[in-house]
């Protein structure tokens, strides 16, 4: 189980398997046109419960790729001493929850921690229930992905920290 880490609270209690790091980028979704991997896949069963792992604003949209999805947008800044994350300093940031088969509330203020939805498959989870978790952070004018295993020492790292993707869709 991983550790909390910095200001990110790990979203699945009692699944810690990622089976898609960040940056990913197959042969198969580079030939369809398809951007390299924009967060991270945790493997969860159908239905596991999804806790807040930031605090903030919290919106509800969906798309074809991504189904339900969840995304809050977070506080000013973190406190962290991983350098990747330091180097971008105070920035503003949100995350995205994707596939989703369940939301609990939509458009309320939530605290780290609180129950908010269930993992499912909606959109293009093609490889069975699962969570894309996403993170965008606000650097030099301009919105990146960012790797959130970054916040994590137990988490496997992407191919590199930050993406600066404009193509869609997204590969979710
Ligand atoms: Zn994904």
Redesign the pocket.
Do not use: M
């Given at each position: 189980m991983p550790d909390p880490g910095g200001q990110m609270l790990w979203p699945t209690p009692g699944h810690s398997q990622v089976s898609?790091v960040f940056a990913d980028w197959p042969p198969w979704r580079k030939e369809m046109g398809l951007s390299p991997?924009?967060?991270?896949?945790i493997r969860a069963p159908q239905g596991a419960p999804i806790r807040a792992p930031i605090s903030g604003l919290l919106t509800f949209s969906e798309t074809d790729w991504g189904g339900l999805t969840l995304s809050i947008y977070g506080e000013k800044k973190w406190d962290t001493e991983n350098p990747a994350l330091a180097a971008i300093g105070q920035t503003f940031y949100f995350i995205q929850l994707?596939?989703l088969s369940l939301l609990l509330g939509v458009e309320r203020d939530v605290r780290i921690g609180e129950a908010i939805g269930a993992v499912g498959s909606t959109g293009t989870?093609s490889t069975g229930p699962?969570l894309?978790?996403?993170l965008q952070t606000f650097h030099r004018g301009g919105w990146i992905f960012t790797d959130p295993a970054l916040f994590w020492d137990t988490v496997p790292l992407g191919r590199h920290a930050f993406l600066d993707l404009d193509r869609q869709p997204l590969?979710?």
């Open positions: 898609s991997h924009s967060g991270i896949d994707l596939h989870a699962h894309h978790l996403t590969y979710a």
